[in-house]
C-alpha cells in the first residue's frame, strides 16, 4: 500500500494522456500543436521500469486541501488528484503526478515523480507550447532529484534560474512544490 489511503470508493481509473490533452485544450483552436515529447505511458515507463504502475482518483479533504496549499506556497486550483502509484517486485516504489500549467501564456505538462518516502525522485516535460527558447536544458530539471518540500526549495534559494526562461523555471519550481505538498497532504491524513 502507499503511504497515504486510497478509498476504494472513490478511486477510478484515470484516462492517459489527460494532462498532455488538457494541456492542449489550453492551447486554443487554430493555435500550432505544442511539442510533445513524451506520453503518458511513456513516461511512466522511464520512471518505473519494469514496475507495475496503477492511475487513481483522489479526493482530498477540505483539511487535506487546506494543508496542501499552505505547504506548497502556490495554488492548487483542485480538491481531485490522480497520481499513478508503481510497485516493483511487490514494493511500493513511489508515485508520478502529471501537472499542467501555463508559463508564460501557453502551457506545459510535467510528470513529477515522489519517491515512497516522500523525495523527489524525476521531473520529466512531456510537453511544452512554449517556443523552445524558454525550455531550460535537462540537466537543471535533475537538480530536483532527492529534494524534499522546505524553504530551499525555490527560485533564488536551493534552486537555480534560467537565464532566458525564468518563467518556466518558476513555473517547474511551483509545480514541484505543488505535488510535494499534495504528496505529503495525502500522506497525512485519509482520503474521502
Given at each position: 500500500?502507499?503511504?497515504?489511503?486510497?478509498?476504494?470508493?472513490?478511486?477510478?481509473?484515470?484516462?492517459?494522456?489527460?494532462?498532455?490533452?488538457?494541456?492542449l485544450?489550453?492551447?486554443?483552436?487554430?493555435?500550432?500543436?505544442a511539442?510533445?515529447?513524451?506520453?503518458?505511458?511513456?513516461?511512466?515507463?522511464?520512471?518505473?521500469?519494469?514496475?507495475?504502475?496503477?492511475?487513481?482518483?483522489?479526493?482530498?479533504?477540505?483539511?487535506?486541501?487546506?494543508?496542501?496549499?499552505?505547504?506548497?506556497?502556490?495554488?492548487?486550483?483542485?480538491a481531485?488528484?490522480?497520481?499513478?502509484?508503481?510497485?516493483?517486485?511487490?514494493?511500493?516504489?513511489?508515485?508520478?503526478?502529471?501537472?499542467?500549467?501555463?508559463?508564460?501564456?501557453?502551457?506545459?505538462?510535467?510528470?513529477?515523480?515522489?519517491?515512497?518516502?516522500?523525495?523527489?525522485?524525476?521531473?520529466?516535460?512531456l510537453?511544452?507550447?512554449?517556443?523552445?527558447?524558454?525550455?531550460?536544458?535537462?540537466?537543471?530539471?535533475?537538480?530536483?532529484?532527492?529534494?524534499?518540500?522546505?524553504?530551499?526549495?525555490?527560485?533564488?534559494?536551493?534552486?537555480?534560474?534560467?537565464?532566458?526562461?525564468?518563467?518556466?523555471?518558476?513555473?517547474?519550481?511551483?509545480?514541484?512544490?505543488?505535488?510535494?505538498?499534495?504528496?505529503?497532504?495525502?500522506?497525512?491524513?485519509?482520503?474521502?
Open positions: 500500500m502507499w503511504r497515504w489511503a486510497i478509498s476504494s470508493s472513490r478511486a477510478r481509473r484515470a484516462v492517459p494522456l489527460i494532462a498532455i490533452t488538457w494541456a485544450s489550453l492551447a486554443g483552436a487554430g493555435a500550432s500543436v511539442q510533445v515529447f513524451l506520453s503518458v505511458d511513456q513516461a511512466l515507463s522511464l520512471a518505473f521500469p519494469g514496475c507495475t504502475v496503477e492511475p487513481h482518483t483522489i479526493y482530498l479533504t477540505p483539511q487535506q486541501l487546506s494543508r496542501a496549499r499552505e505547504l506548497a506556497g502556490v495554488e492548487i486550483a483542485s481531485m488528484v490522480r497520481p499513478y502509484v508503481a510497485s516493483c517486485d511487490g514494493r511500493v516504489a513511489g508515485a508520478a503526478y502529471f501537472d499542467s500549467h501555463r508559463v508564460r501564456t501557453l502551457p506545459e505538462t510535467l510528470m513529477v515523480v515522489v519517491g515512497a518516502d516522500g523525495t523527489l525522485r524525476r521531473v520529466e516535460v510537453a511544452f507550447r512554449e517556443p523552445q527558447d524558454y525550455l531550460p536544458r535537462e540537466t537543471w530539471y535533475s537538480q530536483f532529484e532527492g529534494r524534499k518540500l522546505d524553504g530551499e526549495l525555490s527560485l533564488k534559494r536551493g534552486i537555480r534560474a534560467v537565464t532566458g526562461a525564468t518563467l518556466t523555471a518558476r513555473a517547474t519550481a511551483d509545480a514541484v512544490r505543488r505535488v510535494l505538498a499534495l504528496d505529503r497532504a495525502l500522506a497525512q491524513g485519509d482520503a474521502e
